[in-house]
């Protein structure tokens, strides 16, 4: 998913002030860390009212901005290993400690690599988990995907792209489709950039979000835009890569490799470019961008997009009328793309206020209350 920050230590609920359902949200990916999970488990979570909730998260970069929650945000320290797996057992044992103490009447698993552990809780509590879905790591973790769906009472995906990887699985379940929402943007608090202006939000983790096919093709824009600049929003091990790529193909002028940035600062960046671009395609597991709350957050700030055909891209871009969709293997078919709406101002401008008209539909409050509903649900029994 996209690199978005948080704006906002956790506020504790207090107990037993009202007998609310309780629940537990196993978080591995959480704020103040960058990306898309981080970002749709925060969002989520912020709008409950009625349900007294814990979120179990790494310590991770926890000396972070408040976060705004009315929630209490528990944070393991998982320091003494570096690698994923690792990270994850060290919360997964935590998870069932905290469970003993917290009595949830249901568990909210936001990532498969949490599954195990709100398996083990149900055996332990009775409480039932749902599992939420986001894309590549159905198809990345087929077996750990399979034994999450066998043992949730209810499965939440992301698109109907997620969807349709999980009708591939063996793993029974109720599913829900539920779309990741986006954060209205508030007034432009800058003109835009008198240079074209690119920009891509991303982590640079994944190769198949298409910053190798962005270099590619920039030496084709630049050959008619030759004043063409590239915002690379985000960081990550592949940035090393990129920046040599750049060099080589004689682009290091037109590229700009800004990091991780808060999000006023990201904001800007939004205000100020022409074009948001991030050809997003399949991975080598065959796993593509679960939905991409990116391009709405490109969307509200009425910019047109040129999107991977490819993946829950499908649904966050409508072609031809908030976007552009390519092959996003081609770099020629991107460079077409970018130029014809660098060029053509007006279309640009036209699938920016298409985009922007069509946030509404996925605000996070109405995200967040489908979610709580699946939730009480699954708490007290009901069909979810």
């Known amino acids: 998913m996209a690199g978005a920050g948080t704006r906002t230590l956790a506020r504790p609920v207090p107990r037993g002030a009202v007998n609310k359902t309780r629940v537990l949200v196993l978080a591995p990916d959480f704020p103040p860390a960058f990306g898309g999970i981080q970002l749709l488990v925060h969002r989520v979570v912020s709008y409950w009212q009625d349900l007294e909730v814990l979120i179990l998260t790494t310590a991770e970069g926890s000396e972070g901005p408040d976060l705004g929650l009315a929630a209490t945000v528990r944070r393991v320290n998982t320091s003494r290993t570096r690698s994923r ?3 994850v057992a060290l919360l997964s044992a935590r998870a069932i400690t905290e469970a003993r103490r917290f009595h949830p009447h249901a568990v909210l698993s936001s990532h498969i690599v949490m599954s195990p552990a709100a398996w083990a809780i149900a055996r332990l509590t009775g409480a ?9 790591e159905v198809t990345s973790r087929p077996r750990l995907a399979d034994f999450a769906l066998r043992h949730s009472a209810a499965t939440i995906a992301v698109s109907d792209y997620t969807a349709s990887l999980v009708a591939a ?6 599913m829900h489709r539920i779309p990741p929402g986006v954060d ?9 950039s008198p240079l074209p202006v690119i920009l891509t939000v991303s982590r640079m983790s994944e190769p198949s979000k298409g910053h190798d096919v962005m270099l590619r093709a920039l030496p084709l824009v630049r050959a008619r835009l030759p004043q063409v600049q590239w915002v690379v929003i985000g960081d990550g091990p592949l940035r090393p890569r990129y920046e040599r ?3 080589a193909f004689g682009v290091t002028d037109q590229v700009r490799f800004v990091g991780a940035l808060p999000d006023d600062e990201r904001d800007a960046w939004f205000d100020a470019a022409h074009l948001f671009a991030m050809p997003s395609r399949l991975s ?3 796993g593509g961008e679960g939905f991409g709350i990116v391009y709405l957050e490109a969307a509200a700030h009425n910019l047109a997009v040129v999107a991977g055909n490819v993946g829950g891209a499908l649904e966050a871009v409508i072609d031809g009328v908030t976007g552009v969709l390519v092959d996003p293997t081609d770099h020629l078919a991107v460079a077409d793309a970018i130029n014809d709406l660098l060029l053509d101002r007006r279309r640009a401008e036209a699938l920016g206020r298409a985009g922007a008209a069509r946030v509404p539909d996925f605000s996070w409050c109405s995200v967040s209350k489908r979610v709580e509903q699946i939730v009480m649900e699954v708490a007290t029994g009901r069909r979810a």
């Open 128 to 136: 039932p988990y749902i599992q939420y879905l986001h894309g590549r």
């Open 85 to 87: 797996p690792g990270k």
């Open 245 to 247: 790529m750049a060099h």
């Open 184 to 192: 209205a943007a508030g007034p432009r608090r800058q003109d835009q």
């Open 169 to 174: 699985s063996r793993g029974r379940t109720r």
């Open 284 to 286: 080598s597991t065959g």
